[in-house]
T-cell receptor, first 114, second 111 residues
C-alpha cells in the first residue's frame, strides 16, 4: 500500500506566475484535501475533493482552484502568484468525504514566490 | 467560524520532564484530532477523541477531551528528544464544512 505522494517537493516561482501542484492519494482513498501551511503556523484548509467534486472550501480566493481525476489523484492550481503564497502545500487523502475519516498527509510541496 | 487556540506556542524542556499542551475553542467539536509534524514532513495523526471526558493513552502520551467537547489536552510523561516536533490539534467545523487546525505548539526536548 503506497502512501500519499506529492510533486514537486520544492518549487520557486515569481510573482504573477501560475503553478500546478500534484498529489497522488493513498491506495483505495477517494477523497483529497489541500492545505496551505505558512512558516510557523498550522495548516489552513483550502478545499476538499470527493469523487471528483469539490466538497468544502476554506477562505481562499478563486485563483486557488483544484481538480480531482478518476483515479482520485488531484491537482492544486494557483494563478497570479503573490509573495504571500509562499508556503508548504499539503495534501491529505481519506476514504469518504466528511470529517469522520482519518486523513493521511503527504510530505508537502514547498513553494517560494519571489 | 470555529477557532482552535493552542498553548503554549513554544516549549523547550529537558529530557525526563513532563508537559501539557492545551487546545481550546469557544465552540463544540464532534471530535478532535492530535497530530505531530516534523520538519519537511506532513502531519501524522496521533489520536482522535470523540466522547466528552474521554481519555486516551498512547505510550507516554495521554490525550483528554473536555466534558463539553470544547477543549482537549495532550500530556507527555518523561519527554524524550524524539518527542520534539510541532503538535497540532484539529477538528471538523460541521457548520462551514472546513477542517480547522490549531495554532500549533512547537516542542523541543533537550537531551
Amino acid at each position: 500500500e503506497t502512501g500519499v505522494t506529492q510533486s514537486p517537493t520544492h518549487l520557486i516561482k515569481t510573482r504573477g506566475q501560475q503553478v500546478t501542484l500534484r498529489c497522488s492519494s493513498q491506495s483505495g482513498h477517494n477523497t483529497v484535501s489541500w492545505y496551505q501551511q505558512a512558516l510557523g503556523q498550522g495548516p489552513q484548509f483550502i478545499f476538499q475533493y470527493y469523487r471528483e467534486e469539490e466538497n468544502g472550501r476554506g477562505n481562499f480566493p478563486p485563483r486557488f482552484s483544484g481538480l480531482q481525476f478518476p483515479n482520485y489523484s488531484s491537482e492544486l492550481n494557483v494563478n497570479a502568484l503573490e509573495l504571500d503564497d509562499s508556503a508548504l502545500y499539503l495534501c491529505a487523502s481519506s476514504l469518504g468525504g466528511g470529517y469522520q475519516e482519518t486523513q493521511y498527509f503527504g510530505p508537502g510541496t514547498r513553494l517560494l514566490v519571489l | 467560524t470555529q477557532l482552535l487556540e493552542q498553548s503554549p506556542q513554544f516549549l523547550s524542556i529537558q529530557e525526563g520532564e513532563n508537559l501539557t499542551v492545551y487546545c481550546n475553542s469557544s465552540s463544540v467539536f464532534s471530535s478532535l484530532q492530535w497530530y505531530r509534524q516534523e520538519p519537511g514532513e506532513g502531519p501524522v495523526l496521533l489520536v482522535t477523541v470523540v466522547t466528552g471526558g474521554e481519555v486516551k493513552k498512547l505510550k507516554r502520551l495521554t490525550f483528554q477531551f473536555g466534558d463539553a467537547r470544547k477543549d482537549s489536552s495532550l500530556h507527555i510523561t518523561a519527554a524524550q528528544p524524539g518527542d520534539t516536533g510541532l503538535y497540532l490539534c484539529a477538528g471538523w467545523d460541521s457548520g462551514t464544512y472546513k477542517y480547522i487546525f490549531g495554532t500549533g505548539t512547537r516542542l523541543k526536548v533537550l537531551a
